[in-house]
């Protein structure tokens, strides 16, 4: 029980296509009583709201959530205001930076994430207050005093790697959701939190977690999918991970992408689609000219949302309107039917357009839900493989659990279901009831006992440089062989010493300790060395510079001259967490 003097838990999900939290009271019994959903407007039933934001000049937040959407709706972003999307999936693609959709302005994505985690500790501190003691007045509100209140708990891909989660570690720092030996805060693998999800709250048969079960969390940027096995130690419930974390950027918003490359650039041409995305943009920073643009510019963007979320069998057959006035009239000698018919040349017979423009004033196009049928199996083609080979690694998986935003798409899931069961037809689809909040409330059991996770696979072997001693069998292919003045004999000065190796079992809370000998650098007389650790997917590696090896970070040793000659230092990595730390002491 590691709540120790915290009054309560909360979740944070910062996600690709939608943001939230949820949180819980301290259980006096070490259950939780009741979950509560942090409720922003006009999400109605769903408990998270878009990851969206206009900041200003002074890196205070204009509008978040869907306030953005209603924002650039009825009125335009002032000088100075900028609007950031899709910001969890820069950070995906390693980008240190971000640039703002409708302005030059480019913000350091750590700085960006850390507005928003403190813009959701504040709104979640007083959602506590409200509900716990009336408290209304949030200029009253001392956030940093509450805040040593909270065990907070941040979900993460489990695709992630190291560099995502320091950058994510660093953001809530920033926020003041975690101090600087990073003991306020947990970060909580997705899977992972909708795994304690799955065995707490559904009503499932015991008999479904006594063998390897699928986590398959699908959102708007990524699919993270794993592997777990349900075990008991001395009466208490654990979790084995059977396989490395899979997936990829195999997200819903993936659909609208191909949507747009795929069919509207196809039937309008790419210059034009350009031209209006351009004049959208302009149209947020005020352009009075184009304020038609930005208003038929959103409406088509959430038009296509709803062709892609309206999928079913029975439409299949059937097509759905979308208003393209947009494109004629800026582009007032686009003629509809020359167009539809070049798109209908070009495209696949099965994405041909049969109708469009029922009178002079209509410019709808009807786009047969073939397309988003075809889209959506595409993308659901790239997940089955994934889970597929899941189920090859790890015999008698007997359960897929579908959790995430994208899972409410029925249609997906049935698609999922049929490809899974073709090969593998005793296998058991779960959909839970509101996947969406899987991630979130898993997050709050997690955050409560964390040790529950026995173990984990290595993603990768990790070790470190090292003067291995020589051996000719070991090293002599392509070592570099050097006389070490302070062992008196020959070393390995590009050795690879590992700590653990490629698909090993991590025990939870896992450490390693070396000993390390600091150099004499003859030029100043002081002792140093760089501790640098790397990685590699290959499960054995000998040499730090062999291919397919990274460096992960390093600890710049260097000290005075004096006591320090011999294996007085002790480097200690720890593993088997959800983050990387490193710790390097001398042993006196």
Same mark, same amino acid.
């Given at each position: ?11 944070? &999900?910062?996600g690709?296509?939608t ?6 009271l301290?259980?006096? &019994? ?9 409720k ?7 408990? =998270?709201?878009?990851n ?20 650039m ?9 900028h609007l ?11 980008l +240190? ?26 709104d979640a ?5 409200n509900?716990? *003691? ?8 001392d956030?940093n005093?509450?805040?040593? =209140?909270?065990?907070?708990v ?14 994510m ?9 975690? &101090? ?13 939190a909708?795994?304690?999800? /799955? ?11 006594? *063998?390897?079960?699928?986590? /398959? ?14 075990v ?9 991970e059977? /396989? ?5 950027p ?14 509207? =650039?196809?039937?309008?041409?790419e210059?034009?689609?350009k031209?209006i =995305?351009?004049?959208f ?41 979308? &208003?393209?006035s947009?494109?004629f ?6 003629d509809?039917? *020359? ?7 070009n /495209?696949?017979?099965e994405?041909?357009i ?6 002079i ?18 993308l659901v ?5 994934i889970l ?11 359960t ?10 029925t ?11 073709? *090969? ?19 997050a ?7 040790h ?13 440089n090292?003067y291995?001693?020589?051996?000719e069998?070991?090293?002599?292919k392509k070592?570099i ?19 653990i190796?490629?698909?090993d ?18 030029q ?8 640098v650790l ?7 590696? +000998? ?34 967490g959800?983050?990387?730390n ?7």
């Amino acid at each position: 029980f590691i709540m120790d003097k915290k009054e309560y838990i909360v979740a944070i &999900d910062f996600g690709s296509s939608t943001a939230g939290y949820a949180y819980a009271l301290k259980p006096k &019994d070490g259950k939780i009583n009741k979950i509560y959903d942090c409720k922003f407007k006009k999400t109605g039933e769903k408990v =998270k709201t878009l990851n969206e934001v206009i900041i200003n000049d002074s890196n205070e937040i204009v509008k978040f959530g869907y306030d953005v959407r209603d924002y650039m709706k009825n009125s335009k972003l002032k000088k100075g205001e900028h609007l950031y999307q899709r910001i969890k999936m820069n950070l995906y693609k390693n980008l +240190t930076e971000i640039e703002s959709v409708n302005s030059t302005k480019s913000i350091d994505i750590v700085t960006l994430i850390s507005i928003i985690l403190e813009y959701l500790k504040k709104d979640a501190i007083q959602s506590i207050l409200n509900q716990t *003691k009336g408290y209304k007045d949030a200029n009253k509100i001392d956030y940093n005093k509450e805040s040593d =209140k909270i065990r907070w708990v941040l979900t993460i891909p489990a695709i992630w790697d190291e560099r995502n989660k320091f950058y994510m570690m660093e953001a809530a720092k920033k926020a003041g959701i975690v &101090d600087e030996n990073n003991k306020a805060l947990f970060f909580a693998l997705e899977p992972e939190a909708a795994s304690y999800y /799955c065995s707490k709250e559904l009503e499932v048969d015991d008999n479904t977690f006594k *063998k390897p079960y699928i986590i /398959c969390d699908l959102g708007g940027g990524t699919a993270d999918i794993v592997c777990h096995e349900r075990v008991f130690e001395k009466g208490i419930e654990k979790i084995i991970e059977k /396989c490395t974390p899979k997936g990829g950027p195999f997200g819903s918003d993936e659909i609208n992408k191909e949507f747009e490359e795929q069919v509207l =650039k196809l039937l309008f041409g790419e210059d034009i689609y350009k031209t209006i =995305k351009s004049e959208f943009l302009q149209s947020l920073n005020g352009n009075q000219n184009l304020k038609q643009i930005q208003h038929k510019y959103i409406r088509l963007v959430e038009q296509i949302n709803e062709f892609k979320e309206g999928l079913n069998d029975d439409y299949l057959n059937e097509s759905f309107p979308i &208003d393209c006035s947009l494109f004629f009239i800026k582009f007032k000698g686009l003629d509809m039917e *020359k167009t539809v018919s070049n798109y209908n040349k070009n /495209c696949y017979p099965e994405w041909r357009i049969t109708e469009y423009g029922r009178d002079i004033n209509d410019q709808t196009i009807f786009f047969p839900y073939k397309i988003i049928y075809d889209l959506t199996k595409n993308l659901v083609d790239k997940i089955s493989k994934i889970l597929l080979q899941i189920i090859s690694e790890v015999k008698d998986v007997s359960t897929i659990f579908y959790v995430g935003g994208f899972s409410n798409s029925t249609f997906a899931f049935e698609l999922l279901k049929n490809d899974i069961n073709k *090969k593998n037809p005793k296998i058991n689809h779960l959909l839970p009831p509101n996947p969406e909040k899987a991630i979130l409330r898993g997050a709050i059991y997690y955050g409560l006992s964390p040790h529950r996770i026995k173990s984990r696979k290595a993603k990768y072997t990790l070790g470190m440089n090292a003067y291995m001693n020589w051996d000719e069998k070991i090293y002599g292919k392509k070592g570099i062989k050097i006389f070490d003045k302070q062992k008196n004999s020959y070393c390995c000065e590009n050795a690879f010493l590992t700590f653990i190796s490629k698909n090993d079992d991590i025990p939870y809370d896992n450490k390693i300790t070396k000993q390390l000998a600091l150099r004499l650098d003859t030029q100043d007389g002081t002792f140093g060395g760089h501790l640098v650790l790397y990685k590699s997917n290959k499960p054995k590696v +000998t040499y730090i510079d062999e291919d397919g090896v990274e460096e992960v970070g390093k600890l710049d040793l260097f000290v005075e001259s004096g006591n320090y000659l011999g294996d007085n230092f002790e480097a200690t990595i720890e593993l088997g967490g959800t983050y990387l730390n490193v710790t390097a002491s001398h042993r006196e």
